[in-house]
């Protein structure tokens, strides 16, 4: 008998675990999803700005630099194994 009364109690924990767990996930759920910033133009030109500076950065180190990973996809590293 005191098994079966073990296994309720474990049942019975696990399922008010799940409620909770719930119950959780909807009670921090924000009301409406973000919106975007708005930023005024001096503001929105400068992180234009520096989005275009990063970007031409990246690409020119994707081009020229051995460890990046385009140049990894051209590079041949077994081409003398010996058999």
Known sequence: ???????MNRDRYILLMGALLLASCTFFRPGSPARPVRLDKAAAEKVIGEIEKERA??????????MSYLAAVDRIDFNEKKR
């Not at 008998?1 to 296994?7: F, K």
């Not at 950065?57 to 051995?66: A, G, M, Q, V």
């Open 1 to 7: 008998m005191r098994g079966l009364e073990g296994q």
């Open 57 to 66: 950065h990246n690409k020119e180190w994707l081009r020229s630099s051995p």
